[in-house]
Each structure stands twice: as structure tokens, then as C-alpha cells.
């Protein structure tokens, strides 16, 4: 497979990607496309290495980096290295505070008629049922209950726990 894109590096982004691979704190990811386009440089300070063999040194696949070679040959070297923005904004939460605040209400209030305690399925139910959301999952519940430490077998449902004052 013939070579599509040249990586030719200056002395200047020769010296830039070695602080990057060697100096301070980065994304692993970031060190590992700044070690595989030094060992890639064709130009006269590379070692010029093959594809295929940078791939085995730096545990990547060749797709990966005619990739990288085609991002930086295109875009230059900021874009090669780091990770692409995002187009499409992330979820919006569906279930926040206000849910959060009804659930726990639900869960420490009595439990229905007939039940010794509430159940992550029926607190689902009730919350449907309520008309709090058009609809939830009891797993959804079941992640709520556990990120805010209430526990709906506990005789105290509800209460945080106690803890010894540090003695100073």
C-alpha cells in the first residue's frame, strides 16, 4: 500500500511534540499521536519509519495512523494531536434536582397499603402515577436512590448517618 500522505516535520513542531511526549501532563492519548508522528516524520530530521512498524511501537493500527497523517497533513498539528470538539451539545439531564427532591419525599413517606416498604418498581410506578414524569425506569430510580445514599431497606430510610466528631 503506497503511502498517501508525507508527515514532514520542522525542527520547531520536532521540538514541540517531544515536550508534549516527555514533559508534563497529558492526555495519554495526546502523548501517544505526538510519539507516533515524530517516529512518521519523513522530513530530513525523522528516522523515517514505516508505517507498519510504528503501528507495532506504539501499539496502534496502520488505518489509525494514515489517519492521524491525513489529520495532520490536512489541518496541521494542533488538530492531529488533540480531540475534536464537539458538534452536537450533550443531553440535556431529564431527571435533576426536582426529581430527585419528589423521590426522596416518596421514599421516606409510608409505604402503601399492603407493603412493609417501598420498592424501587413501585416508587417508579408512584412517581408515574403522580404525574412527576411521563415516565422512568425503576433502574433510573434504582441510580437515584444509590447517588444519594438512601438505602430503602434501612429502618431509618431517609436519615444520613451518624458519625463520631474527630476528637482535636
Not at 30 to 40: I, N, P, S
Not at 105 to 126: D, F, H, I, N, Q
Request: aromatic share 6%; hydrophobic share 40%.
Amino acid at each position: 500500500m503506497a503511502p498517501r500522505y508525507k508527515v514532514t516535520l520542522t525542527k520547531e513542531e520536532r521540538k514541540e511534540l517531544e515536550a508534549i511526549s516527555s514533559k508534563g501532563k497529558r492526555a495519554a492519548r495526546t502523548v501517544l499521536y505526538a510519539r507516533a508522528l515524530l517516529l512518521l516524520d519523513a522530513g530530513e530530521y525523522g528516522p523515517k519509519w514505516f508505517v507498519e512498524k510504528v503501528a507495532e511501537a506504539v501499539g496502534m493500527t496502520a488505518r489509525s495512523l494514515e489517519h492521524l497523517k491525513k489529520r495532520f497533513v490536512e489541518e496541521g498539528l494542533a488538530v492531529a494531536i488533540e480531540r475534536k470538539e464537539r458538534l452536537t451539545p450533550p443531553r440535556e439531564i431529564q431527571f435533576g434536582g426536582e426529581f430527585e427532591a419528589h423521590l426522596i419525599a416518596l421514599a421516606c413517606s409510608e409505604a402503601p397499603e399492603g407493603r412493609s416498604r417501598w420498592t424501587v418498581r413501585l416508587l417508579a410506578e408512584k412517581m408515574v402515577e403522580l404525574q412527576i414524569v411521563s415516565s422512568v425506569s425503576p433502574m433510573t430510580v434504582c441510580n437515584t436512590l444509590k447517588k444519594i445514599n438512601l438505602s430503602l431497606t434501612k429502618a431509618n430510610t431517609g436519615r444520613y448517618r451518624l458519625t463520631k466528631a474527630q476528637v482535636l
